[in-house]
């Protein structure tokens, strides 16, 4: 028992290592070609551990093969679109203009309800409100509304919106996050000097504090009902 813990643990901080080194990409929605190498490594990462037979330094060299595999055919790709195109697959046109394309549609094997279905959940519930339809080599369908259904931007209706910063956790379960602190533009002793105006002393008593896109603070105090404060800051 204590063998097939110690080689779970091994091997799965291999394929953590590996899935790593292959890139955030492959967190995200994946191609054909992405989806095959990690079922791979999920299955060859079981092997040794239901097998206690099989060596735990043949697996890893079958894992860490199929990285070299992936990463060098990533790299070719970044430079041959037509072998991009062969291991991950191309987009496909659906609906060009407005016209759906049959023939497309017939060679991919998806009908008009598949269509109609995820149009409604791309927020398009009509076939005669869309401009374009392309169905991505990852399977996931963009949808590109026609000119006079796209919901209206402050730049139509020539409206200057202010600059806004992007939302930021400065202190989490009591632990202060320098960096976010001062990609905000504020310094540590001027945090301390607005949690005063709270009560509060220690980042331990902060369960939470988060600035929003206006430079407003959030709080929520370390305590039983989590209660909410919120203090917002006039500095640019």
């Known amino acids: 028992m204590i063998i097939i813990l110690i080689r779970t643990l091994i091997l799965y901080i291999i394929v953590l290592i590996a899935i790593r080194l292959m890139g955030k990409s492959e967190l995200s929605k994946m191609d054909p070609f992405q989806m095959v190498i990690l079922f791979m490594i999920a299955e060859l990462a079981a092997i040794p551990i239901e097998s206690p037979a099989v060596s735990l330094l043949?697996?890893?060299?079958?894992?860490?093969?199929?990285?070299?595999?992936?990463?060098?055919?990533?790299?070719?790709?970044?430079?041959?679109?037509?072998?991009?195109?062969?291991?991950?697959?191309?987009?496909?046109?659906?609906?060009?203009k407005g016209v759906i394309d049959k023939k497309e549609m017939k060679s991919l094997r998806i009908s008009i309800d598949d269509l109609t279905e995820q149009l409604r959940l791309k927020n398009a519930p009509s076939i005669a409100d869309v401009d374009y339809a392309i169905l991505e080599a990852n399977g996931d369908l963009s949808v590109i509304p026609k000119p006079n259904k796209r919901p209206l931007t402050p730049e139509d209706l020539n409206i200057i919106k202010p600059e806004e910063n992007i939302p930021l956790v400065i202190i989490s379960d009591g632990i202060l996050y320098r960096k976010n602190l001062i990609v905000l533009g504020?310094?540590?002793?001027?945090?301390?000097?607005?949690?005063?105006?709270?009560?509060?002393?220690?980042?331990?008593?902060?369960?939470?504090?988060?600035?929003?896109?206006?430079?407003?603070?959030?709080?929520?105090k370390n305590s039983k009902s989590l209660n909410k404060e919120s203090l917002s800051s006039n500095r640019g």
């Open 58 to 96: 043949s697996g890893a060299t079958a894992i860490f093969t199929l990285l070299f595999l992936q990463v060098v055919i990533s790299l070719i790709s970044l430079k041959s679109e037509k072998l991009k195109n062969l291991f991950n697959g191309k987009p496909s046109m659906l609906i060009n």
């Open 186 to 220: 504020f310094d540590e002793n001027y945090l301390k000097s607005e949690l005063l105006k709270y009560n509060i002393t220690d980042y331990k008593q902060v369960f939470l504090c988060l600035c929003d896109e206006t430079k407003k603070f959030h709080i929520y």
